[in-house]
């Protein structure tokens, strides 16, 4: 059996074996790294070169001494620079080996402590939301009938009742006093003349319909909602500045995205369920929201604290919100069969009304231009017009099949575009208070929103795909096909300028010139 050096894995002309680790090795070798060294080199504890035992094996025939000219002389210098070699390749495994294992080690800790850090950001996220639940309605205002009274707080006991997990049940009607409805008229009044003065004319910067034949996908945002849990629900756009766009999401947020910035404004958070209503305040930069979670929350964009007022007026998901021309006040629709009337600045429920049927759900609302009166869709295909101060139903319009899904009232007064699951947009006159037109679409083709763009030129459809059509001819002007899922949202800019959608693929997508 021949023996083999532990660090060359030659033959040892000198073999050695040391009683520290019970190794084999040539002499000279050994000597080497114990003169540098001071450890065994396997096991890395002390050995000098006295501690060396040689082995007994048969003697080897050693060339004769030669002078440094000779070929052996050079094979000796040979020699010598393989045992150098083989040293420094001892030596560098070994550290390999020693990195190795703190590698290994440190990429464990790293992710133990990635797995902490995940699970506490998680928590801080949960804290902060309820923070953000909880905080504001310490500070609603609770409106008194004296103009000069100070705002007083909510009970401490109504907080610790949602605190604990019970629900906060809607609040009471305040109801709509003279003022309110004086109020709501003079506005009615101002905007039915506005109206009249812009029928006469078309915008001068009206995006014309040839222009908008030419639209084409300018840009596609995927990053405003969690990707976790995909889907744009809702859409609304800042009539004013029409850079700053807001979208509701399944993941439970709603978002304020500016488009020429390409930056996110700010991430409302507050909501226990998906956000499936979201409007824009077109003076001011407030933005509400509704959610299957019963309340409609009120949000102020540029406060450090975002989340002004929680209006609970529904015992079941809220499923349509509309904002009032005056901005003070929010329709609501419910799966409660109930619509309600609230007022955005004080959280006050002014008025709630059954929509007097059974197993009428109330799927969708929307205020007329003039603000007196507003539509309600429902589950059992029928649109019905109410008649806000009296509160009463004034006309109801069926000839849908299946659930109302969106309605949208033309900016001239005049027409109204509703859509259920029946494949069709239809087109009512509400001077006459008759269907006179209806937008067949193809046979399983879905619509989720209904728009007319500020002027009453255009009108946007969003579902299978997105279109846009042309008022008065009701002509098919522009077909967008770039979502790869259910698009729920379409809104114009100013003008026409361009166009918004947002889709169930988790984007948000504009279209223009």
Not at 276 to 292: A, F, K, L, Q, W
Not at 377 to 388: A, F, R
């Amino acid at each position: 059996m021949s023996l083999v050096c532990a660090i060359s894995n030659e033959v040892p002309e000198h073999p050695v074996v040391s009683p520290v680790s019970g190794s084999i090795f040539e002499r000279r070798l050994i000597e080497k790294y114990i003169k540098e060294n001071n450890t065994d080199p396997i096991n890395g504890e002390e050995l000098s070169a006295e501690q060396l035992v040689d082995i007994k094996t048969a003697s080897i025939v050693k060339p004769k001494p030669v002078t440094g000219t000779s070929i052996p002389a050079i094979l000796k210098m040979l020699q010598d620079e393989w045992d150098a070699v083989m040293l420094h390749a001892f030596t560098q495994r070994q550290q390999l080996q020693t990195a190795r294992q703190e590698l290994s080690h440190a990429l464990y800790q790293h992710d133990a402590a990635c797995r902490v850090i995940g699970r506490l950001t998680k928590e801080v996220t949960a804290a902060r939301e309820a923070l953000a639940t909880l905080k504001p309605q310490a500070g609603i205002s609770v409106g008194d009938s004296s103009t000069n009274a100070g705002p007083t707080t909510i009970p401490q006991p109504a907080i610790a009742m949602e605190a604990a997990g019970v629900p906060n049940q809607p609040t009471e009607e305040a109801g709509i006093t003279d003022d309110i409805i004086k109020k709501l008229q003079e506005k009615a009044t101002v905007l039915t003349q506005e109206r009249k003065k812009r029928g006469r004319t078309v915008p001068e910067d009206l995006m014309d319909q040839e222009s908008l034949k030419g639209f084409k996908t300018l840009a596609s945002h995927p990053g405003l909602h969690s990707a976790s849990v995909p889907g744009i629900l809702s859409l609304d756009i800042h009539s004013e500045d029409t850079s700053k766009i807001l979208t509701g999401g399944n993941d439970k947020n709603a978002t304020v995205f500016n488009k020429d910035t390409e930056q996110i404004i700010a991430v409302l958070k507050g909501h226990t369920k998906k956000v499936t209503r979201v409007i824009y305040h077109p003076n001011e930069d407030v933005v509400i929201t509704g959610s299957p979670d019963t309340t409609i929350r009120v949000w102020n964009v540029g406060a450090s604290n975002p989340l002004s007022q929680i209006i609970r007026a529904h015992e079941g998901p809220v499923t349509g919100v509309s904002l009032h021309p005056t901005g003070d006040y929010v329709l609501s629709t419910s799966v409660d069969q109930n619509w309600a009337f609230s007022d955005i600045r004080t959280g006050k429920l002014l008025t709630k009304v059954s929509s007097q049927t059974s197993n009428n759900t109330l799927t969708t609302g929307q205020f007329h231009p003039d603000g007196l009166i507003f539509g309600t869709g429902t589950s059992d295909s029928n649109v019905v017009i109410w008649d806000l101060k009296e509160q009463s139903n004034v006309a109801t319009f069926s000839g849908h099949s299946g659930p109302i899904t969106a309605i949208s009232f033309s900016e001239n007064g005049y027409y109204l575009a509703t859509s259920a699951d029946d494949c069709c947009v239809k087109l009512w006159d509400l001077r006459k208070l008759k269907n006179f037109k209806t937008l067949v679409m193809d046979d399983g083709y879905e619509i989720k929103d209904l728009c007319f763009d500020q002027s009453g030129t255009y009108l946007g459809v969003a579902g299978t795909d997105v279109r846009v059509y042309m008022c008065k001819q009701w002509q098919e002007l522009k077909v967008f096909n770039d979502h790869t899922a259910l698009a729920t949202g379409i809104r114009f800019g100013k003008h026409s300028q361009f166009i918004a959608s947002t889709s169930m693929d988790r984007t948000l997508k504009l279209y223009g010139i």
